[in-house]
C-alpha cells in the first residue's frame, strides 16, 4: 500500500491472479517481460527473448500415426485398389466379345455380297475377321476364308484355311465336313495344275536352251538371254533345267494323289446319285492328271542289260529267307533241266548223224517190243 492509502494500480496486461498472466519483475535498468504460461506438454514457463519456442515432439502430436500403422493401412489401400481394377479386363473383353458377336452377322453378309459380285479378295480380307474371338461356329471363318481365296488363285493358302476348317468341323453333320473336303480336293488339283504348267514351262526352256547352245555351237544366231538369262555369266544347263522340270512334275503328280485322298475321306457316304457319280468322275480325272504328270517326268538313259542285272539282284521286298532259298534252288533246278534237255537234244543229234535213225527211249530193242536198232547203250 502507498503512504496515502490509496490501493495499488494494477498493471495493464493483468494481474498476477491468473486472469491476465503473471508478470516477470523488470531486471534493472531493462524493459519488463510478461510471463507465458507453461505449455500442457511441460517445460519452462517463461521464454527468453530471441529463444525458438519449444515444439512437442513429432510421435505426440494430435492425429498422427506410427510408421507401422501407416504401412498397414497404405497395404489396405493397395489391396482395395486392386480389387477394384481386376474386373476391368473382364469388362473389356465381355464388351469387346459381344461387340463381335454383334457385328458377325454384318461381316457375313458383307462378304458374301463382296463374294457375289466377284470381289474374292476384299470377301477373303472379311471373312478373315471372322477368325478371331468367334465362338459360333468357327468353322464357317475358315471354310469362307479358304473357298475365297481359292478363288483369287491362292491354292497354298486356301488348303491352310480349309485344313482347319476341317479339324474345326469335326462335331458337326457328315455332309458339312462333305463340303469342306469336297473344296479341298479341288483345291488340290488346281494347285497341281498350276505345278504340272510351271514344269512344262521348264521342259519348254529347256528345249530352246538346247537349240541356242547349238546354234552358238554353230557359228549361227541364237537369243544370248536364253542361255544367260540374268546377263551375269551364270549360263544355264539343259540338265539344270530338266531337273527343275523333273521336281514340279514331281509336286503335281503328289497335289494330285493328295486331292484324289481327299475325296475318299469319311463323310460324302450319303450323297446323292448324281452327287456320287460326279464324285467318281473327279476321282477319275484326278488319277489321269496323276498319271500325266509321272509320265512328263523326264528319264534318265539307262542300259537295258545293266537294268535287267539290277532287276535280278534286287529281292522281292515282301520273301522271307527261306522263300529266298527256296526260289533259288528252283532256279538252280531250271537251269540244270535247260542244261539236260541241251544235252539231249544234242546226244540225239549225234546218234541221227551216225546211225541214221532215232535213238530209243532207253533199254534194248527188245525191251521196247521191238522196232528201231538192236543195238543196246
Known sequence: MSGDGAPPQQPPWGSSNGTGGSQQPAQPGGPVVPSQPAPPWGGPSTVRPGAPYPQPPRAQLPGSRSPQAAALRS??????????????PLLIAALV???KLAFLPVIASMGSDRYDAGDHSG????????KTMNVVDPWKAWFNTGTA????GDDYTAISDLHRAYDLAEGEEPMVRCRIQINLSIAYETSGDYEKITADDYMAQKKALEEALAARAAGEDYEASVIDPYGDGNELTPEQVQDDATTWYSFAERSFATAEQVRGWPGCEDQSEQEKEQNEQSVQRLQDKQQQAKDAQPQEPQDPQEGEEQEQEQPEPDQTEEERAEAERQEKLQEQNSEARDDEDQSQQEYRNYYGGDEPAGGTGEEQGGGGSAKNW
Open 75 to 88: 497395404r489396405r489401400l493397395r489391396r482395395r485398389a486392386l480389387l477394384l481394377l481386376l474386373p476391368i
Open 123 to 130: 470377301a477373303a480380307d472379311l471373312f478373315d475377321l471372322q
Open 149 to 152: 481365296r481359292h478363288r483369287t
Open 97 to 99: 466379345l459381344g461387340t
